[in-house]
């Protein structure tokens, strides 16, 4: 088959991401993982998945999904740009008596970027996330719509994402239900996630 291209995916080591690695692979992409650092989970307490993505466990996940399926995996350690936009934020928000979106504002200045840089360090074209939400063009422009599952949709969560990422943005899951998402890992033997 030949390759659509090169895509870099985000993969936090849970299932969303998981599939939609696959699926871009199944797809005919050549697919690179990458798994970003946001924090030290070790020195807060835990390292194991229960305490969020990014773990050590995660990592571990996300590595295993690669090389089970013949694609690279890398690390990017970005919990120093983490720390300062997103942790500073979300508690000066609280402080404020206002309550934070940490989602919103990682996604907007810190994750797509970071993912974009790498990608273009690495070659690749495109970059993927594991989202529940949908990019279409409409009048010359790139628009977030909700994806199908409307009690997993995670458009509000893109919102400030730049037009020259969405460009090269794809967003696999978008056009599924997460009861899909978990038929397909089991299919592919992923239970772990």
Same mark, same amino acid.
């Given at each position: 088959?030949?390759?659509?291209?090169?895509?870099?995916?985000?993969?936090?080591?849970?299932?969303?991401?998981?599939?939609?690695?696959?699926?871009?692979?199944?797809?005919?992409?050549?697919?690179?993982?990458?798994?970003?650092?946001?924090?030290?989970?070790?020195?807060?307490?835990?390292?194991?998945?229960?305490?969020?993505?990014?773990?050590?466990?995660?990592?571990?996940?996300?590595?295993?999904?690669?090389?089970?399926?013949?694609?690279?995996?890398?690390?990017?350690?970005?919990?120093?740009?983490?720390?300062?936009?997103?942790?500073?934020?979300?508690? =000066?928000?609280?402080?404020?008596?206002?309550?934070?979106?940490?989602?919103?504002?990682?996604?907007?200045?810190?994750?797509?970027?970071?993912?974009?840089?790498?990608?273009?360090?690495?070659?690749?074209?495109?970059?993927?996330?594991?989202?529940?939400?949908?990019?279409?063009?409409?009048?010359?422009?790139?628009?977030?719509?909700? @994806?199908?599952?409307?009690?997993?949709? =995670?458009?509000?969560?893109?919102?400030?994402?730049?037009?020259?990422?969405?460009?090269?943005?794809?967003?696999?899951?978008? @056009?599924?239900?997460?009861?899909?998402?978990?038929?397909?890992?089991?299919?592919?033997?992923?239970?772990?996630?």
């Amino acid at each position: 088959m030949e390759s659509k291209g090169r895509v870099l995916v985000a993969m936090s080591g849970g299932i969303d991401s998981s599939v939609a690695a696959v699926l871009l692979h199944e797809q005919g992409y050549e697919v690179i993982g990458m798994t970003m650092k946001t924090w030290d989970y070790a020195s807060s307490g835990g390292d194991k998945k229960e305490t969020g993505c990014c773990s050590l466990d995660s990592i571990n996940d996300a590595r295993h999904i690669a090389v089970s399926l013949g694609f690279p995996h890398y690390i990017l350690d970005i919990r120093e740009e983490f720390g300062d936009s997103v942790i500073d934020y979300f508690t =000066q928000e609280y402080v404020d008596g206002r309550t934070p979106n940490p989602c919103v504002m990682c996604n907007t200045h810190i994750k797509w970027d970071a993912l974009l840089r790498r990608a273009d360090q690495l070659g690749c074209e495109f970059i993927a996330t594991g989202h529940y939400a949908q990019i279409r063009e409409e009048g010359g422009r790139h628009v977030i719509s909700k @994806g199908v599952d409307a009690l997993k949709d =995670q458009s509000y969560v893109l919102w400030g994402v730049s037009q020259s990422s969405l460009a090269r943005t794809i967003l696999p899951l978008g @056009g599924l239900t997460k009861a899909r998402i978990r038929e397909m890992a089991t299919e592919r033997g992923f239970v772990d996630l």
